[in-house]
């Protein structure tokens, strides 16, 4: 996948491959600027926060042996993009699973110990399982599209299927 991006105060494309990111960067008018090249294994920490400003982009964090590597996302498609990194990356453990616990039977202790009941609990796990299936949809989107590969899709899919 690729996204167009900005490093080090120089515009440049993201681009996802099969061993790790290519950052292809850009000059002033266009021409090639280099590129570096951080490979998965390489990366320790990955996160994904937003810029300060009128103008709020989301901003990818990445932790590598020689230091910090900030790339700043410009794509509309920068959740998708960061969820194939993070997928990419199996040594670096997700922040977003969720583990599931059979739910009690006895609803009093349930609220008791919650403070809400099954009910409540139930529709937040519908919320969770319909954000699951938009991410699911949207990447079968970008699949149609072309911008995401069959397998990309595949990771995207078995991803949030196991988190539902």
Same mark, same amino acid.
């Given at each position: 996948? $690729?996204?167009?991006?900005?490093? *080090? ?6 681009? #996802?491959?099969?061993?790790?990111? /290519?950052?292809?960067? =850009? ?17 320790? @920490?990955?996160? /994904? *926060? $937003? ?12 932790? &590598?042996? !020689? ?6 996302? #410009? ?8 969820? /194939? ?13 969720? *583990? ?5 039977? !006895?609803?009093?202790?349930? =609220? ?10 139930? *529709? ?6 319909? !954000? ?7 990447? $079968? $989107?970008? /699949?149609?599209?072309?911008? &995401? ?11 949030? #299927? =196991? @988190?539902?």
């Amino acid at each position: 996948m $690729k996204i167009k991006g900005s490093s *080090e105060a120089t515009s440049c494309d993201c681009i #996802l491959e099969k061993d790790g990111l /290519l950052l292809k960067y =850009k000059g002033f008018f266009g021409g090639d600027k280099g590129e570096e090249f951080i490979k998965y294994s390489d990366m320790h @920490n990955i996160s /994904l *926060e $937003k810029t300060a400003g009128l103008v709020s982009s989301p901003i990818i964090i990445i932790d &590598i042996p !020689n230091g910090t590597k900030k790339v700043v996302l #410009l794509g509309k498609h920068f959740k998708m993009f960061y969820e /194939l990194l993070e997928a990419n990356t199996p040594h670096i453990p997700s922040e977003k699973s969720i *583990e599931y616990e059979e739910p009690v039977e !006895n609803s009093s202790i349930l =609220k008791s110990i919650t403070g809400k009941d099954n009910k409540k609990i139930d *529709e937040s796990l519908d919320v969770d399982e319909s !954000n699951h299936f938009k991410s699911i949809t949207e990447a $079968k $989107k970008l /699949l149609d599209m072309g911008a &995401i590969t069959e397998e990309e899709y595949d990771l995207i899919k078995s991803k949030h #299927l =196991k @988190n539902m």
